[in-house]
């Protein structure tokens, strides 16, 4: 499974920025995928998930209510609305996915997607 996510940039507190990540190499469809980020200074943190259809969706609560996590399996992506930013949101962006029958961690991940919040 390869993962490329992409739609990082730079955008004003309260903006919005929508990532995507593309998979290929597997049925899309049979794979749970999450996002995390990782900003200098600090650990690699979730930030959301969601099940392999989509039933079923999980949020750091440090972005409930600001972001939404969905899927098409239909395009094998993964979206990350990201809505009312803030500068704490700063970090590399990374998606992941693992075989929703394989339990614990993603083992399939992303190269990172800058998002830059300026105040």
């Known amino acids: 499974v390869q993962l490329q996510a992409s739609g990082g940039g730079l955008v004003q507190a309260g903006g919005s920025l929508r990532l995507s990540c593309a998979v290929s190499?597997?049925?899309?469809?049979?794979?749970?995928a999450g996002w995390f980020r990782q900003a200098p200074g600090k650990e690699h943190e979730f930030v959301a998930a969601i099940t392999y259809r989509g039933g079923s969706t999980n949020y750091a609560d440090s972005v409930k209510g600001r972001f939404t996590i969905s899927r098409d399996n239909a395009k094998n992506t993964v979206y990350l609305q990201m809505n009312s930013l803030k500068p704490e949101d700063t970090a590399i962006y990374h998606c992941?996915?693992?075989?929703?029958?394989?339990?614990?961690?993603?083992?399939?991940w992303s190269q990172g997607t800058q998002v830059t919040v300026s105040s």
């Open positions: 992941a996915a693992k075989h929703f029958s394989t339990p614990g961690l993603y083992n399939y």
């Open positions: 190499g597997r049925r899309f469809s049979s794979y749970d």
